[in-house]
């Protein structure tokens, strides 16, 4: 019975619970904060399962209200939507867990049910784009989520609803290309499932229909998933934003857009058009390169803590675009591994930011000092792993994605590439090394009478430790995973 219904369950889980929050509220103030953890934990272990079966099963597909495709909305899961799932899941599960105390402290304890609602919401979202297999319902979907996205950044400070609309005004835009696009498709093969599409296009080719929805749909989907140059939405919102909410959409919401890139662009265009006449993974390449060096280089001169992650998370999707670009196996394989390496990462170190917060440290990186890493030993060393794993030092999970997008830059003979991400890497180490240097080698400059802060939760602690350890997981379990799960999604190259 799971199994058969397994592409809609994590979908209408989210809905459903998200419906019953309200009433939730009544019954207690903390339940919904228990219902939305415990809700993503079980997309999680759906997600697993379903991974699971469709690596040696194939894809289960899902006709909603029994309506077969072309005419009807078909959901599917196979082994890519199961692992991104399995990663919204997992990562948004420890976020929810260690949120409570940080949402009633930003959003207040009144909004506290709203804020877990919209969070939901978002969840549904992502777990509806990367679970459909038709091209509206993905439109559908990236609107949800992006709405529900718009309140939970919004919440807080005057200064978070400003670059939330902001940001709601830009990715209004990114919708409407992507709309367009796909109206343009829609207009050429005149449907709009994603394998009908396809078999229509395969046969078709590029035409300068297609070649304009083409173009369309990438532009829309670069701005979702904050591709440079279309990324100025992200670093004030990311700043501006509740820690707690930023580590919710920062992990999975640009991640969702890139799975969708990867989906359509592999999938659903005309893969050998897109690679040899309109160059599309040429071009995404070089502004996922240029987005690597230009991100690391502007977190460098971040003061900010939390702006500093923003502008490192502008070069990560460029090493997630690098690996789209590369259109080879192991560049597959390297953009795949480092969207939920990069999930995991980020969420980690954005739930720091928020431990910093609750303590009352603030997250000025010239504030910071060894009396930090006194008070707070288990955030540091929980920082300090996540930044290692950025940096991409082995055994942790960011060694292991570079390696792949190193071997797959040498596949196709770029050194220039090889370069980038060697020297990317350097840079990585010089703004987190500045951080790790204040926290283990700086001067303890607290006062000796200064007033001792109430310990952080213990919750707070777990979700943070938890995030950092599974980065020595995935680490560690890499060959495991690539060979068993990422394997037998890779596309024909």
Not at 350 to 356: E, G, M, S
Request: proline share 4%; hydrophobic share 55%.
């Amino acid at each position: 019975m799971i199994a058969e219904h397994l592409p809609a369950l994590p979908i209408l889980l989210y809905l459903f619970v998200a419906l019953l929050m309200p009433l939730a509220n009544e019954l207690g103030r903390g339940l919904p904060w228990t219902l939305s953890w415990l809700t993503s934990l079980t997309v999680a272990a759906l997600g697993g399962y379903g991974l699971w079966l469709t690596s040696s099963g194939g894809a289960i597909r899902y006709a909603m209200g029994g309506w077969s495709p072309p005419i009807g909305i078909e959901l599917v899961a196979d082994p890519l939507s199961c692992f991104f799932t399995f990663a919204i899941g997992a990562v948004s599960a420890f976020v929810l867990l260690h949120s409570r105390e940080s949402v009633e402290r930003d959003c207040g304890a009144k909004n506290a049910m709203t804020f877990y609602a919209s969070s939901l919401l978002l969840l549904a979202g992502f777990s509806g784009i990367v679970g459909t297999g038709d091209l509206f319902n993905l439109y559908v979907f990236l609107e949800i989520s992006a709405l529900a996205g718009y309140a939970v950044l919004g919440c807080g400070s005057a200064k978070a609803a400003l670059s939330s609309f902001r940001y709601l005004i830009i990715g209004t835009i990114g919708a409407s290309f992507y709309l367009i696009g796909i109206g343009l498709l829609l207009s050429k093969t005149g449907s709009l499932n994603m394998v009908d599409v396809a078999a229509i296009l395969q046969v078709d080719g590029l035409g300068p229909v297609t070649t304009l929805a083409v173009v369309f749909i990438f532009v829309g989907l670069g701005i979702k998933m904050a591709l440079l140059p279309l990324h100025y939405w992200l670093p004030d919102v990311y700043t501006n934003a509740p820690a707690t909410s930023t580590a919710l959409v920062a992990p999975l919401g640009t991640k969702v857009a890139a799975y969708a890139l990867l989906r359509l662009g592999y999938e659903v265009l005309p893969y050998e058009a897109l690679l040899a006449d309109l160059r599309i993974f040429d071009v995404v390449l070089y502004l996922g390169a240029v987005g690597i060096v230009w991100g690391s280089i502007m977190a460098i001169a971040q003061d900010n803590l939390k702006r500093m992650l923003a502008y490192s998370s502008v070069a990560q999707i460029g090493y997630i675009a690098v690996g789209f670009g590369l259109a080879t196996p192991n560049g597959y394989i390297g953009a795949v591994l480092h969207v939920i390496n990069h999930a995991v990462m980020k969420a980690c170190l954005f739930l720091v930011t928020a431990n910093l917060e609750r303590q009352g440290e603030g997250t000025s990186i010239k504030g910071l000092n060894a009396s930090l890493r006194k008070k707070m030993p288990l955030t540091c060393a929980c920082f300090a792993l996540a930044a290692i794993s950025m940096i991409g030092l082995p055994p942790t999970a960011g060694f292991f994605s570079k390696w792949y997008l190193l071997l797959g830059s040498y596949d196709q003979g770029s050194w220039v590439l090889v370069v980038v991400i060697l020297v990317s890497s350097l840079l990585n180490a010089v703004y987190f090394f500045r951080v790790l240097e204040r926290l283990y080698l700086g001067k303890d400059e607290d006062a000796p009478d200064a007033p001792k802060r109430a310990r952080l939760p213990w919750v707070m602690g777990l979700s943070t430790l938890v995030l950092a350890l599974s980065l020595l997981l995935l680490g560690f379990g890499n060959v495991y995973i690539v060979s068993n799960f990422i394997s037998p999604m890779l596309p024909g190259f």
